[in-house]
């Protein structure tokens, strides 16, 4: 599985922004797919995550009511709809997929996209 992220960029405070994960090679097996994020100086911590079948949501406190993860799956895109973005969300935000391949689990990540938030 590959993945790949875009829509990173410079907002200023109480902008929005929406991310893209475009997913591509053994898509079938994936199970659930996420955001990450990893500010400057800390640990990359969970954003929101989403199941393939029964599509359960999952967000952290920090971004709940603000930030809206969806997944497309006959295009094999996952997005995240970011809305009242404030300083505190700048970081370097990670796609992630969970795989399975009988007996195996796999762990997938992207790149990376860059979301600066100006004050």
């Known amino acids: 599985v590959q993945l790949v992220e875009s829509g990173g960029d410079l907002v200023q405070a109480g902008g929005s922004l929406r991310l893209s994960c475009a997913a591509s090679g053994s898509t079938f097996s994936i199970r659930a797919m996420g955001w990450y994020r990893q500010a400057p100086g800390k640990q990359r911590e969970l954003v929101a995550t989403?199941?393939?079948?029964?599509?359960?949501?999952n967000y952290a406190d920090s971004v709940k009511g603000r930030f809206t993860i969806s997944r497309d799956n006959a295009k094999n895109m996952m997005y995240l709809q970011m809305n009242s973005l404030n300083p505190e969300d700048t970081a370097v935000y990670y796609c992630?997929?969970?795989?399975?391949?009988?007996?195996?689990?796999?762990?997938?990540w992207g790149q990376g996209t860059q979301v600066t938030v100006s004050s």
């Open positions: 992630n997929a969970r795989a399975v391949e009988w007996p195996r689990e796999y762990e997938y």
């Open positions: 989403i199941t393939s079948i029964s599509g359960r949501l």
